[in-house]
T-cell receptor, first 113, second 111 residues
């Protein structure tokens, strides 16, 4: 099992460009999450998907959109990147509401110039 | 707003010493988790403690929970250089649908 995978690992964008961060899990988990982590900060929740077909905003959703493509995949899209979106992005999954533990991917380091 | 707040922000110890990290949170919870993050990597789940538990052990880890004070602590005994990492407590949000992370405690263990 690969667990939670994220692509790409690194990305540099110019202001105004768009891109999609991909996340996939092979653990048959129902819930998936997108967080961002800025230097010296904890993780802040951007969006989450409690189950296939549902998505909800987290603490910092502005400037992002998400798609729960199927049970395995949960993508994060930046339509018009801004320097304030420079961050490390982590995807996570959780089996379901009966299990609290989240499993994290290795992260995508994004720089917006 | 963040729920989990760790203290201290940074901790430096020698190998073999114990490391204690504290966490405070704001609202009632039914469980609290601790995670570790090695530099530049994703978070790894360490331990979960439920609101009806006061203490829980896992190997060299000991976690306590005081719901009356809304606080938790993580003790790592006999620290090793490999324990060097950031440690985060993560109580759930009020809806129980996601976790709220603080800034973490950065632990440095020197040999």
């Amino acid at each position: 099992n690969a667990g939670v995978t994220q692509t790409p690992k690194f990305q540099v964008l110019k202001t105004g460009q768009s891109m999609t961060l991909q996340c996939a899990q092979d653990m048959n988990h129902n819930s998936m999450y997108w967080y961002r982590q800025d230097p010296g900060m904890g993780l802040r929740l951007i969006y989450y998907s409690a189950s296939e077909g549902t998505t909800d905003k987290g603490e910092v959703p502005n400037g992002y959109n998400v798609s729960r493509l199927n049970k395995r995949e949960f993508s994060l899209r930046l339509e018009s990147a801004a320097p304030s979106q420079t961050s490390v992005y982590f995807c996570a999954s959780r089996r379901d509401e009966s299990r609290a533990e989240q499993f994290f991917g290795p992260g995508t380091r994004l720089t917006v110039l | 707003s963040q729920q989990g707040e760790e203290d201290p922000q940074a901790l430096s110890i020698q190998e073999g010493e114990n490391a204690t990290m504290n966490c405070s949170y704001k609202t009632s919870i039914n469980n609290l988790q601790w995670y570790r993050q090695n530099s530049g990597r994703g978070l790894v789940h360490l331990i979960l403690i439920r609101s009806n538990e006061r203490e829980k052990h896992s190997g060299r880890l000991r976690v306590t929970l005081d719901t009356s004070k809304k606080s938790s602590s993580l003790l790592i005994t006999a620290s090793r250089a490999a324990d060097t990492a950031s440690y985060f407590c993560a109580p759930p949000n009020q809806a129980g649908t996601a976790l709220i992370f603080g800034k973490g405690t950065t632990l440095s263990v020197s040999s």
